[in-house]
């Protein structure tokens, strides 16, 4: 799970990108040399037909020529290996190069490395990462593995050891060529236990150290069998430059570079002046980028810049984006969707909204319990808080019926246990669990009472967008006899606190993951350990050892049972007051981008909108006519966007 916040953003590129300290080096063989204008229509019509888009341009004509073609160099014939060059286009091929995109965030991240601290977050997931890659890819819409910074790879025959050839092409922003030295160091980087990240730790020690075998090849060995290790090792690991790593530890990482990126090799990179501490941040792309031309690229990183702002009222946000302050808004509110997204400039058409179904991988959202300390370390006293939940009553009034409830830590997923209790609204169940739990007499305010002390809880969030929903459940717990002081704070000030565990009970939204990785956020190992995201210290024998047979099941079906059953156990533990989800995407956009089909990714969430989205140079020509007349009118699409619901009836995911 990635920590969702309310930055805005998603939680997890399918694809990882690079980054760069932009030295200003000569483009890479392949590069873009020049930045054609915002939107600037193709002289020539565009092939939609995959097969006209190379997936390995101007092979190897980066290569070190002092390196073999048996060692990866030049004349590198594959054979032995394993590649994809049948795959599917990801972006549109007529998207153009250029133009702004301008969004907001909630709150400044907490740092903007990929490791350590705080690292975990959407934004840095969703938008950092565009500054990095890894050595393979995967395919957003089928899941395949793709090539990446890797053309090629092996797997052996007992699934333990993995070769990667990596592309002689590739190059960091500073100029540097990629090579297995750099992907050992990135291994080292992550498994430094100052590091201060225990996931990282947990998910890269399952390999012995990286060997470098050639300029161009690298060896890793697993400890252990595990399914997911070719996805952790060759899609999960971002590389960095070994040059830059040299000498530096994790403990000198963290703080050396917390708001300053190390060198990558994707599409965009942030400068350090382009950090407004508190403010903004912008995201530029490299008009060098070394794989621009590359089938896996195509259509893809459109904008020259991304800007993201600093808004801490969503309120306001929404009336910046209404001004044309904002080019896009995600909506998260069921009210500003149903009632004040028709305003003059929507039913003209300037403004677009869309409600956009696809495949994301549902997250969770609840109510989190700090299960080491009472009075949550009493299952009764959680379920009870569970039952005092009135969700129909909330989904209904205050969020026009918009969501779903939410049974499973895995909903809308073949994962999703269907026998997990649906915690029905039972304020008299509730009160029966608090008896049972010794909160069996009142004070004189009619307070519940153990001890001679009252049962008062604090409840942290960090949005007011929250208030409506949790007001009402502290009204229904205040009708029992629970005192509920809410107390609001920063996303990053909330952020710290969970991390170092300083907390009751907090409001949480968690990113899905496209295939379930249970261990790093239940494992008992984690549950008191600072930075991980098991943050209400569940420990369970079973699911750890669940986890344990969990990281062995090559066959699907072995690994959804395997999953079903953790569900069930997380479910009945009631670790969270789990609360609703919502099936789609909300939407709203000035009428001045192109857009492919399905406007996002199949299996992510709003960033698709940075990856695939363009500037559109006639589109914005009507906007601003519009803008001066108000009798033009622009056409409106339809509301509801159901292309990848309909792709998915003859496209099932591989899981």
């Not at 019926?401 to 997990?420: Q, R």
Request: glycine residues 8%; contains cysteine.
């Amino acid at each position: 799970m990635t920590w969702k916040g309310l930055l805005g953003l998603a939680a997890g590129l399918t694809l990882m990108a690079a980054t760069g300290c932009g030295h200003g080096s000569a483009p890479a063989p392949g590069a873009e040399t020049s930045s054609p204008s915002a939107g600037a229509a193709p002289s020539a019509p565009v092939s939609l037909n995959k097969a006209d888009y190379p997936v390995f341009p101007d092979a190897d004509a980066g290569a070190d020529p002092s390196v073999s073609a048996e060692q990866g160099g030049k004349g590198f014939t594959g054979k032995g290996w394993e590649t994809n060059t049948d795959f599917d286009l990801i972006g549109d091929p007529r998207a153009v190069k250029g133009g702004t995109l301008r969004d907001h965030i909630a709150d400044f991240p907490g740092t903007l490395r990929l490791a350590g601290p705080e690292s975990n977050s959407t934004f840095n997931y969703g938008v950092t990462a565009l500054a990095y890659e890894t050595l393979v890819g995967s395919h957003p819409t089928t899941y395949e593995y793709i090539p990446s910074l890797a053309t090629h790879w092996q797997i052996s025959q007992d699934k333990m050891t993995y070769r990667f050839r990596i592309n002689p092409n590739a190059r960091f922003s500073d100029g540097t060529p990629v090579t297995s030295d750099d992907v050992v160091a990135s291994w080292d980087l992550m498994v430094d236990k100052t590091l201060q990240d225990p996931m990282q730790t947990l998910t890269f020690d399952k390999f012995k150290r990286p060997v470098a075998e050639s300029k161009y090849i690298v060896r890793v060995e697993s400890k252990a069998l595990n399914w997911r290790n070719f996805l952790y090792f060759g899609a999960g690991l971002p590389i960095l430059p070994a040059h830059v790593l040299k000498g530096l530890n994790g403990d000198a990482y963290v703080k050396q570079y917390n708001f300053k990126l190390i060198p990558g090799s994707g599409p965009y990179t942030i400068q350090e002046s382009d950090i407004q501490k508190g403010r903004s941040i912008t995201v530029r792309r490299r008009p060098d980028y070394w794989a621009i031309k590359y089938r896996s690229n195509v259509g893809l990183n459109n904008f020259d810049q991304l800007q993201f702002t600093v808004v801490r009222d969503e309120n306001l946000a929404f009336e910046m984006f209404k001004k044309g302050e904002l080019d896009v808004y995600v909506v998260s509110r069921a009210r500003q969707w149903v009632e004040e997204l028709n305003f003059d400039n929507v039913q003209r058409g300037v403004v677009q909204k869309r409600k956009v179904f696809n495949s994301n991988p549902q997250g969770i959202t609840g109510f989190a319990f700090n299960s080491r300390k009472p009075p949550f370390d009493d299952i009764r006293v959680r379920k009870a808080l569970t039952l005092l939940m009135d969700r129909p009553q909330i989904i209904n009034k205050i969020m026009f019926g918009e969501y779903l409830p939410l049974n499973s830590y895995f909903a809308a997923t073949p994962y999703e246990n269907p026998d997990n209790p649906k915690n029905d609204y039972n304020p008299q169940e509730a009160i029966k669990l608090l008896a049972d739990a010794g909160w069996n007499s009142r004070d004189g305010q009619g307070r519940l009472v153990k001890g001679g002390a009252p049962l008062e809880i604090e409840l942290l969030y960090d949005n007011k967008i929250s208030e409506p929903m949790i007001t009402v459940y502290q009204e229904d717990l205040r009708k029992v006899g629970i005192n509920v002081n809410l107390r609001l704070v920063t996303p990053e000030t909330l952020f710290q606190l969970i991390s170092n565990r300083q907390f009751q009970m907090v409001n949480m939204a968690w990113g899905g993951l496209p295939f379930p990785n249970p261990e790093t956020s239940f494992q008992s190992s984690l549950a008191d350990a600072n930075n991980t995201n098991n943050i209400t210290g569940f420990k369970n024998m079973r699911v750890d050892q669940l986890c344990e047979a969990y990281d062995k099941m090559f066959n699907v079906n072995d690994r959804i049972k395997a999953i079903r059953e953790i569900d069930g156990i997380l479910a009945n533990d009631y670790q969270y007051a789990l609360q609703w989800y919502a099936p789609y995407i909300r939407l709203a956009f000035w009428n001045k981008f192109g857009t492919p089909h399905g406007y996002l990714l199949r299996t992510n969430d709003s960033s698709g909108m940075q990856q695939l989205w363009w500037a559109d140079s006639a589109k914005d020509a009507q906007v601003q006519k519009a803008m001066r007349d108000s009798s033009v009118k622009l056409a409106v699409g339809p509301s509801d966007d159901h292309y990848w619901d309909e792709y998915a009836k003859t496209h099932p995911l591989a899981q």
